[in-house]
């Protein structure tokens, strides 16, 4: 048999990729081809828009693939969201769909845009934005440069964002948030009725899950005496409490742990002073839960 998988192309396209290689999926993209290679030969590939991953899963052209919820939404689409995947391009987080208006522009509140038009990627669920909050305005859709239509081709806008920088660059101001949104792995309905198909997306999402667990964290083991454990211990914050192993030295034992990468610089010297020895840092692909 073989699973059908849908990856996002786009801004997500190398994040993804990334993602799959520390899962353990390695996949080749050839830029003149929409079907990249994976080292998996039950798995076969296509690059496709985010914008129209769901519609495609759900009408069973895919079998499974990665979009954001903003764009589950945005089409409507009946598909089983198997499992929240919370990474972005540029952030191992969220993404917002903020409302926003040049700086000099009056506008405290969505309402303040009554009558007015709103330029967006994502015009349904901007429409629905509006109804819940009263309020009518013109949606029109936006092919992109979103940023650089107001005041000119429009009020405000909905827009992407992780940081809000490019909106600032752009002289916009954010008045709210509209949607948040985080990547989905998304499945065909029948196709996770299928116990092979489901059998392979719950070991695929398993892994990427595990390779997201990871990112940022590192792994420690050091060696200490027995008399100084207690204080090595107090030093080191765990994924959930360090693992510690007898040595073939009765007076000693080897302590391992996963901590933050960032904190790395200020626990080992702490670890050191606390008398540990033989400490080594390495890096970590998975970590499952």
């Not at 003149?32 to 495609?56: G, K, N, T, V």
Request: hydrophobic residues 45%.
């Amino acid at each position: 048999m073989m699973l059908k998988l849908g990856l996002p192309k786009g801004s997500l396209q190398d994040a993804t990729l990334q993602l799959f290689r520390r899962a353990g999926y390695e996949i080749t993209v050839n830029p003149r081809s929409y079907f990249p290679a994976i080292d998996d030969d039950e798995i076969e590939c296509m690059l496709i828009r985010a914008q129209e991953m769901a519609r495609y899963v759900e009408d069973g052209i895919l079998d499974a693939g990665l979009t954001g919820r903003d764009w589950i939404l945005e089409n409507d689409a009946t598909v089983v969201e198997v499992a929240d995947l919370i990474y972005a391009k540029s952030t191992f987080g969220k993404v917002r769909w903020v409302l926003a208006v040049p700086e000099s522009a009056p506008v405290q509140s969505v309402k303040d845009l009554e009558g007015k038009t709103i330029a967006t990627e994502l015009v349904k669920v901007t429409e629905r934005y509006l109804a819940r909050n009263g309020v009518k305005a013109k949606v029109e859709f936006s092919w992109g440069a979103t940023e650089v239509k107001p005041p000119v081709l429009a009020d405000a806008i909905v827009e992407v964002t992780e940081t809000g920088s490019s909106l600032r660059a752009n002289g916009l101001r954010i008045v709210e948030t509209v949607l948040e949104s985080n990547t989905q792995f998304i499945a065909n309905q029948a196709a996770w009725k299928d116990p092979w198909k489901r059998a392979k997306l719950e070991t695929l999402v398993m892994l990427l899950k595990g390779a997201i667990e990871a990112s940022g964290k590192v792994g420690l083991m050091l060696n200490v005496r027995r008399a100084d454990l207690e204080h090595v211990l107090a030093v080191l914050p765990a994924l959930k409490r360090p693992t510690v192993s007898e040595l073939s030295d009765p007076d000693w034992v080897a302590v391992n742990t996963v901590i933050e990468e960032k904190t790395v610089r200020e626990i080992i010297p702490r670890l050191k002073a606390a008398n540990a020895q033989g400490i080594v840092e390495y890096p970590l692909n998975k970590i499952v839960m």
